[in-house]
């Protein structure tokens, strides 16, 4: 951002506020101020970025694991698509996705800057979202999670509107 300021003849202050659409500067200093950020192919650091405004810019998504044995859960075409989806929707947010293992290990989810979770079918106690809450993370679940599970929001289908709405085209298609 100093080089920014140096080329352009003006404040590192107006370069930020240029840059991020803030202050109120002439159109035309914003505008000379972007030209010369680009030709010098500047780019946001996104570690100062995270510096300033305590964000990562992270979203984590597990799939609970049932049982001690790992799998790789792209191998399920639900799962797949799940994961699709959620690094479509992260990244038109700014955000990136970071698909971590569901694991007993805590040092694995603490050692990555979160700003949030998705947590794919979560069972009752599930371990990753007890620790995921215990350090203050915003916890999604996709299904009403069981029993007391702390998660921050959940979404879910009507899965019994589905199911009429299967049957009822089943039976305009003459199945008995």
């Known amino acids: 951002i100093r080089d920014v300021a ?12 240029a840059l991020n659409g803030k202050g109120r500067l002439p159109d035309a200093t914003r505008r000379h101020v972007r030209e ?15 510096l300033r405004t305590g964000k990562s810019g992270l979203i984590g998504l597990t ?16 799962f797949a698509e799940m ?19 569901a694991t007993s290990r805590h ?3 603490s050692n ?3 700003d949030g979770t998705v947590v794919i079918d979560p069972s009752d ?3 990753v979202v007890s620790e995921l809450v215990r350090q203050g993370l915003p916890v999604v679940s996709d299904g009403r999670p069981a029993g007391t599970l702390p998660v921050t929001a959940w979404v879910d289908n009507d899965h019994e509107a ?14 008995r």
């Open 83 to 101: 994961a699709r989806a959620a690094t479509s929707a992260a990244l038109a947010r700014g955000y990136a996705l970071v698909i971590l293992p």
């Open 162 to 175: 589905a199911v009429l709405g299967i049957l009822d085209h089943l039976a305009d298609a003459g199945a």
């Open 6 to 17: 140096a080329a352009a003849a003006v404040s590192i202050t107006t370069v930020s506020d």
């Open 107 to 109: 040092d694995v989810w």
């Open 125 to 127: 106690q599930d371990p």
């Open 63 to 78: 799939v609970t694991t049932y049982g001690d044995e790992p799998f790789t859960f792209t191998e399920f075409a639900y």
């Open 36 to 50: 010369v950020a680009d030709r010098l192919g500047y780019r946001p650091s996104a570690a100062a970025r995270t």
């Open 112 to 114: 990555v800057a979160l």
